[in-house]
């Protein structure tokens, strides 16, 4: 996989120079990025959805911009942030500059890549996996870029080790009907790091009989779900995976989805804010 790791990192490197040369800062709103080296699972959507929430209950006018393609990230944050304004676009870049005169803050979930956005601060997640060299990236690694690629890191926040910042667990697993799954139950997930959501599942005392893996934002997922739901088998699966199913097999009392929360240290908390001019 190194060739094709080389060959990414040359792709990267022209694509930027060419492309996405450094653009003009917004005039009116502060740009923040959530992201991360890793390519996925790095629980940028679940921060983007507690400091989108943080900032509103400081009085200020929001609207997070999500990728388009990944509907799913955007019908979550629309649930979880009635305040704000979620914006789905194939170009931050041109879309905070066309939204910058109605907000306060324009939060991206992701757009660590966009090196036009270098005028905005950035907000790394951490795991203690950051790429050392061409090796760590795509498709021989899980990362994207090099740190040297990076020049508006303004925050790092550890996500793992006894000394993290941030935490992500799963705070209760419940059907439409607010009930607990009593029987053990088949774990699906469609994320970046499904790994990662498996053990939260098991830290937080979920009984499973297996579990399943399947592509980030893939559409899999819905067909895997009714294939299980209808051999009456309970299903436990992400906020993120369940967005993607249709409102019935969301109303099946054998669906349970695990809603997951973050928890944040006061101390990164009060760096996080500090960012706010």
């Known amino acids: 996989m190194f060739p094709l790791a080389v060959l990414y990192r040359i792709g990267y490197v022209v694509h930027h120079r060419l ?11 502060q740009v923040l990025i959530v992201g991360s080296y890793r390519i996925g699972g790095a629980g940028k959507t679940p921060f983007c959805a507690w400091l989108a929430s943080e900032l509103c209950g400081m009085g200020k006018k929001v609207a997070v911009l999500c990728h388009a393609a ?28 066309e939204i910058d005169a109605q907000y306060d803050v324009i939060l991206c979930d992701d757009g660590f890549e966009d090196s036009r956005l270098q005028f905005a601060k ?3 997640l951490e795991w203690g996996d950051e790429p050392q060299g061409i090796t760590d990236l ?7 870029s090099l740190a040297t690629d990076h020049k508006n890191i303004a925050l790092r926040l550890e996500c793992a080790g006894a000394e ?6 799963i ?16 774990i699906i997930a469609g994320i970046g790091d499904p790994e990662r959501f498996f053990r939260d599942a098991e830290r937080a005392g979920l009984h499973t009989n297996g579990t399943i893996a ?8 819905r067909d895997k779900a009714a294939e299980l739901l209808d051999k009456g088998l309970p299903v436990v699966m992400t906020e993120k995976d369940a967005c993607r199913l249709d409102d019935k097999t969301c109303q099946h009392c054998n669906l349970f989805v695990a809603v997951q929360a973050v928890d944040i240290t006061p101390d990164a908390r009060q760096k996080v804010l500090a960012l706010l001019r």
């Open 19 to 29: 492309c996405l040369a450094p653009g003009r800062p917004t005039e009116h709103a």
């Open 70 to 97: 990944a509907q799913d990230e955007v019908a979550l944050l629309k649930n979880k942030l009635p305040d704000c304004t979620v914006i789905a676009t194939r170009n931050r870049y041109e879309t905070a500059h």
């Open 122 to 124: 950035a907000i790394c």
């Open 138 to 144: 795509f498709p021989a690694g899980r990362a994207r």
């Open 164 to 169: 993290a910042d941030i935490r992500f667990y």
């Open 171 to 186: 705070q209760q697993v419940r059907n439409s009907r607010g009930d607990s799954p009593d029987a053990p139950a088949t």
């Open 214 to 221: 399947l592509r980030d934002h893939g559409k899999g997922i």
